[in-house]
T-cell receptor
Framework: DAGVIQSPRHEVTEMGQEVTLRCKPI?????LFWYRQTMMRGLELLIY????????DSGMPEDRFSAKMPNASFSTLKIQPSEPRDSAVYFC????????????FGSGTRLTVV | TQLLEQSPQFLSIQEGENLTVYCNSS?????LQWYRQEPGEGPVLLVT?????EVKKLKRLTFQFGDARKDSSLHITAAQPGDTGLYLC?????????????FGQGTILTVHP
């Protein structure tokens, strides 16, 4: 298996622009998680899905952030409009069994908003 | 909110030394996981511990889950430069938050040749 695939690896955008991050989970994994990592705050859970259904989005910082999972093999995280404070590394992870026995992370998308 | 405190935050040692990283919480976790992250990559799962008092070994790494399932430790024997990286512990709370991991802040380990 190719693992969890995220795109793009790097994104530089101007403040106010829309940004879309993409994730392909491991086939057969029924849970998908979006995390954000910064030096100051570490890894923060933004939202997670079980069987394509959003279960907990309490970590989504504001209405500018939205996530979708239209099918079992694809998810997106969208920021509109983007702000400089959104600059971070965004990780997608997937897991069977709801994640209790461990996640497989993608390589992340490094987002820079200027 | 369940919090995980990791210590130390930074560790810089010479090749061949031993080290221990701690992960503590006031909350009980159904399982606890350890990950290692290298620059530019996502965290990679090293081990999951589930039973209170459980000890797991992975070559030179020894992981222990506290009896009360509130804390864990990672011990590395004879550290190698290849062990350098960010070590993260993560707890699974169980119940209705099943699978929603809480991560510690991490320990940055540097092993000098």
């Amino acid at each position: 298996d190719a693992g969890v695939i995220q795109s793009p690896r790097h994104e530089v955008t101007e403040m106010g622009q829309e940004v879309t991050l993409r994730c392909k989970p491991i086939s057969g994994h029924n849970s998908l998680f979006w995390y954000r990592q910064t030096m100051m705050r570490g890894l923060e859970l933004l939202i997670y899905f079980n069987n394509n259904v959003p279960i907990d989005d309490s970590g989504m910082p504001e209405d500018r952030f939205s996530a979708k999972m239209p099918n079992a093999s694809f998810s997106t995280l969208k920021i509109q409009p983007s702000e400089p404070r959104d600059s971070a590394v965004y990780f997608c992870a997937s897991s069977p069994l709801g994640g209790v026995h461990g996640y497989t992370f993608g390589s992340g998308t490094r987002l820079t908003v200027v | 909110t369940q919090l995980l405190e990791q210590s130390p935050q930074f560790l810089s040692i010479q090749e061949g030394e031993n080290l221990t990283v701690y992960c503590n919480s006031s909350s009980v976790f159904s399982s606890l996981q350890w990950y290692r992250q290298e620059p530019g990559e996502g965290p990679v799962l090293l081990v999951t511990v589930v039973t209170g008092g459980e000890v797991k070994k992975l070559k030179r790494l020894t992981f222990q889950f506290g009896d009360a399932r509130k804390d864990s430790s990672l011990h590395i024997t004879a550290a190698q430069p290849g062990d350098t990286g960010l070590y993260l512990c993560a707890g699974a709370p169980g119940g209705t938050s099943y699978g929603k991991l809480t991560f510690g802040q991490g320990t940055i380990l540097t092993v000098h040749p």
